[in-house]
């Protein structure tokens, strides 16, 4: 097995890709915006996925135009999320 074989085996497979529109909620905020990319950077953390947001979002006091979530932080369906 060479190199380019192994790692289309064993790679992580991302399920969103650059340009996905994606809606969900980051620390109980709504938000809706770009995907960036979608990633495994450690097993321990799992895979996650960072969006480029269409409005900034204010939380502790600083503004985010990019945030970095969880799959289980967006909806697939393209609904918001409700809280709770």
Do not use: Q
């Amino acid at each position: 097995m060479n190199l380019a074989e192994y790692f289309e085996k064993n790679r992580y497979k991302p399920e969103y890709f650059i340009g996905d529109r994606v809606r969900g909620l980051w620390n109980g905020i709504p938000f809706s915006g770009t995907v960036g990319n979608d990633s495994l950077v450690s097993e321990s953390e799992g895979p996650r996925i960072s969006v480029f947001l269409d409005l900034p979002i204010k939380h502790d006091g600083k503004i985010h135009n990019l945030i970095i979530v969880k799959h289980k932080d967006i909806n697939k369906s393209g609904k918001l999320l409700k809280k709770g």
